[in-house]
């Protein structure tokens, strides 16, 4: 449920109606519409069948939330949210681009691809530490020390940092030398480790799942959300039946997630394809779909790759990609081209 304040409601108003929600066990939520300030009903709304909630000063109107997420709705949160890292802002006018190889393998590997990113106009350094693999022989991360170079990396660059998090014990280390943390396909139901990254005080990229329903990703994040609004969805392609591509990047996921949700979303065609020939048409397809930012990889030399240097873009193709979407982007501003309808 939300309940929707009057636009001259005061602050004793709004402190009476968390008042009564707190009293009947239920938690409040306080977010800022456009002309008005929503409160927002997180439990069971039956606790409040006695109470005359639309009657309650400053109050112009209740209304029922039809999904099972319910901080993650647009219905909660009917403005798109704007997150901002380091002065960097995901949602807003221009599209926020985290670049990077798929594993930091030595601090000359990464200060090489730190500097291609820079180079290209990204905002933001990817590259994991922690590496979950499906084979266990496989480079699995430098883990604290692969933390530490990116931090010099950050030093250097200026770039704002995102690397994955795979385990509840990891958190405190990665949110000590992240801007973003990232939960990545696999542990996107891994509602423990859900429930504690959402108390790192830091925004949380959630991947979708290998082969997960829009309504499970939305659900997932709710979990971060208990405790962070701050969450940034990602999608990173499912699998199907096609043997082609690594996954099928979903790009209609964009369009469904900005209906359903008020949370920004990027996409990743690194993962979403496995080639690095169809990173770039893949990419400017999503931001013509309205994506707010893209995740790639890229790799000084990815012929010697430790993990993905299939789907890494070399400095050449990174820069060309980067080159097109700043262009595409200007162009669909210029032209005011939104392709989604919100309403």
Not at 301 to 310: F, R
Request: proline share 5%.
């Amino acid at each position: 449920m939300v309940i929707i304040m009057r636009p001259e409601a005061t602050l004793e108003n709004i402190v009476e109606v968390t008042r009564v929600i707190e009293s009947a066990g239920l938690q409040a939520k306080i977010m800022e519409g456009a002309q008005q300030k929503i409160v927002g009903v997180i439990g069971d709304k039956t606790k409040l069948v006695s109470v005359a909630i639309d009657a309650l000063p400053g109050v112009e109107s209740s209304v029922a939330i039809s999904k099972s997420y319910k901080l993650a709705s647009r219905e909660f949160h009917p403005q798109s949210t704007i997150i901002e890292v380091g002065g960097v802002k995901i949602g807003g006018n221009e599209p926020a681009i985290m670049a990077g190889p798929c594993a930091v393998e030595s601090r000359e590997q990464l200060f090489a691809a730190a500097e291609i990113v820079k180079e290209g106009g990204a905002q933001f350094l990817r590259g994991g530490a922690y590496k979950p693999r499906t084979s266990p022989y496989s480079f699995q991360g430098l883990e604290v020390e692969g933390l530490k170079i990116l931090a010099e990396a950050r030093e250097r660059t200026g770039l704002k940092i995102i690397t994955e998090v795979t385990t509840v014990e990891g958190i405190a280390p990665v949110a000590e030398y992240s801007d973003i943390l990232q939960i990545g396909a696999r542990n996107m139901q891994n509602f423990g480790l859900l429930k504690e990254v959402g108390k790192c005080g830091k925004p949380v990229m959630l991947k979708r799942g290998l082969a997960a329903t829009i309504d499970e990703w939305l659900n997932a994040a709710e979990y971060i959300m208990n405790d962070n609004p701050d969450v940034i969805l990602c999608e990173r392609g499912i699998r199907t039946y096609e043997t082609y591509t690594r996954n099928t990047l979903d790009l209609s996921a964009v369009a469904a997630v900005k209906h359903l949700s008020h949370l920004p979303i990027i996409v990743d065609p690194s993962h979403g394809t496995g080639k690095w020939r169809m990173i770039k048409p893949m990419a400017f397809a999503a931001i013509a779909a309205g994506a707010d930012g893209l995740m790639m990889e890229i790799h000084p030399n990815p012929a010697k790759a430790l993990s993905d240097g299939s789907q890494s873009l070399t400095r050449e193709h990174y820069l060309d990609l980067m080159n097109g979407v700043k262009k595409l982007s200007k162009f669909m501003q210029e032209e005011n081209l939104n392709p989604i309808v919100i309403d």
